[in-house]
């Protein structure tokens, strides 16, 4: 069970998981909250937390749901509200996460037969994902049932290299090499790395700054280097950090999804700091309000969500090392497709 000397015992990461837990529907979906929506993304990283603390008969329910609900076509509606799709677009990056999720699951289990029975569904998901790759290598964001939008979000589409990379590992667990998805993978990468003009720009979101170094394409000094040019636009002293740089307001998904990235740098001592210090947002029943407005103190939005909870118990997991899911992040086995070889004019001007 994960656990953080002084700041987060098991007993809290056993609670927070609980938390979720008892939000999940009778189907098996985990809403954002009790009288909350739920989206495929989100679903997926609460079975992941689910799985971290042992909770495995609801996170095998989670799953269950995501492979039943999925579309023909290998996607997901962006939105439900219990059975009702209020929702029926996809997101690429919602539906590329399933991959994510069933490789955190068998590197945490071993659980070979639940990776068989998930793998046409990581199979299709990630073929509609990437029959929305766009020309410069970006993935389109979203799509319709009647058109597919031409911009890649860069948030989105570093989630979507890091869900691809563990697509690719689990179909070389399986036998079952794909690649296409490799190549995919290298445009991707190469995109997010070389090419921050293809994505719409959204500079006052932490997101945009920290994913690509979660997400696994930027590494090294370059990754050192992005998290110290805006350490103090986004870094609130003492209580975590804000959603948008703009605003006066500190959120704990994004706090501890920062901690990751931390963790993949080795930069320990601030990942440790920024763990402890999200931790005002903790309730006594081990749930988690998603932010605070620390100009007026108040808790902003009014809600305890389930993934912000599921966040703290992956961040959590991944300083302790508890499970074999410690390091779906910053593992350096996982594939990173093929780097080398591009179609790209600034690749072939060397």
């Known amino acids: 069970m994960p656990e953080v000397d002084d700041v987060f015992s098991a007993a809290q990461c056993l609670e927070t998981a609980a938390s979720i837990a008892h939000t999940q529907q009778p189907s098996g979906a985990i809403p954002w909250s009790t009288f909350g929506h739920t989206d495929p993304w989100d679903h997926v990283e609460c079975a992941m937390a689910l799985t971290t603390a042992g909770l495995l008969e609801p996170a095998r329910a989670a799953y269950e749901w995501s492979r039943r609900e999925q579309r023909a076509d290998g996607s997901w509606p962006i939105q439900y509200r219990g059975a009702v799709i209020e929702d029926a677009n996809s997101d690429s990056n919602f539906c590329a996460y399933i991959a994510t999720g069933v490789w955190h699951y068998l590197r945490v289990t071993e659980d070979n037969a639940f990776a068989v029975r998930m793998w046409p569904t990581v199979r299709a998901a990630i073929d509609f994902v990437l029959d929305m790759q766009l020309p410069g290598g970006e993935i389109s964001w979203a799509r319709s049932e009647h058109a597919m939008m031409q911009e890649g979000l860069l948030t989105g589409s570093a989630s979507i290299y890091h869900s691809i990379r563990c697509a690719v590992a689990l179909a070389n667990h399986l036998g079952e090499p794909q690649p296409e998805w490799e190549i995919a993978l290298g445009r991707l990468g190469h995109a997010i790395v070389a090419h921050p003009e293809a994505f719409e720009d959204k500079p006052h979101h932490s997101m945009e700054w920290y994913y690509p170094i979660l997400g696994g394409a930027l590494r090294g000094s370059a990754a050192q ?33 920062l901690v990751m990235a931390l963790d993949v740098l080795g930069d320990r001592d601030r990942a440790l700091e920024q763990f402890g210090n999200m931790q005002h947002l903790r309730e006594t029943d081990g749930s988690y309000w998603t932010g605070l407005v620390f100009t007026d103190g108040k808790r902003w939005p009014v809600e305890r969500t389930t993934w912000t909870a599921a966040a703290v118990v992956l961040a959590a997991d991944a300083l302790s090392g508890a499970t074999g899911g410690a390091t779906i992040f910053s593992s350096t086995e996982l594939p990173r497709g093929l780097e080398a070889e591009y179609d790209c004019e600034c690749v072939s001007r060397r």
Do not use: K
């Open 225 to 257: 280097a992005r998290i110290d040019e805006r350490w103090g636009d986004f870094v609130v002293s003492g209580l975590g950090i804000r959603c948008v740089d703009d605003r006066p307001w500190v959120t704990g998904a994004e706090t501890c999804e």
